[in-house]
């Protein structure tokens, strides 16, 4: 119900656009599409591939010792190689699919600009649609032509505060420059 309120609000939103400038420009791409035949997509489906079958290999191995004997601590140590399994291939997914998502926008975004485009939809959501308004292989080619550095470790912002032992609870959309004078007031003594 909700995806189908969600479908009206759009068309509605497209019908206004339409009425209010005849001249607006709208069209469609498919985003599973452009994740799936994209090289990046590709990249990105083998690393989660190859990251989940290295961390199965450690699951299995822990799974056969409680298969041998079962104490304890081997099943303490089954457990544990599961939770990381979970833990890590969620949050490896999470982090690869917004590694994709932002390059998909960014070009999105370019095209829409480049091409004088009002709104781009998602062609899972459009009842009907000319095939001339589907950009999805003009997207792909695009995708095809970004890297993405799939093993690059996120850069945790630094903070200044957090090396003299200040709580590393602060707003993270503090600039240095406003970091720097409450660093330094924290590492005078009286």
Known sequence: MKK??????????????????????????????????????????????????????????AQEKVQAKQTQENA???QEAVTK???????????????LQDQFTKILDKYRKDNKVDVILAKDVVLSYDDAADITNKVV????????DLNAQPVAPKDDAAEVG???????????????????????KP
């Open 166 to 188: 200040a709580p590393a609870t602060k707003n993270a959309n503090a600039t240095k420059k406003a970091d720097a004078p409450k660093a330094d007031a924290g590492t005078k």
């Open 85 to 99: 399994y979970q833990t890590t291939m969620g949050a490896e997914q999470q982090r690869v699919v917004g590694l």
């Open 76 to 78: 303490a140590a089954f």
């Open 4 to 61: 189908f309120c969600a479908l009206l609000l759009m068309v509605a939103t497209a019908c206004m656009l339409a009425a209010c400038n005849n001249s607006s420009k709208i069209v469609v791409v498919d985003g599973a599409k452009v994740f799936r035949e994209s090289k990046p997509g590709q990249e990105a489906m083998a690393y989660l591939r190859n990251k989940s079958t290295e961390l199965q290999g450690a699951a299995k191995a």
């Open 141 to 148: 080619e695009e995708m095809n032509k970004v890297s993405i």
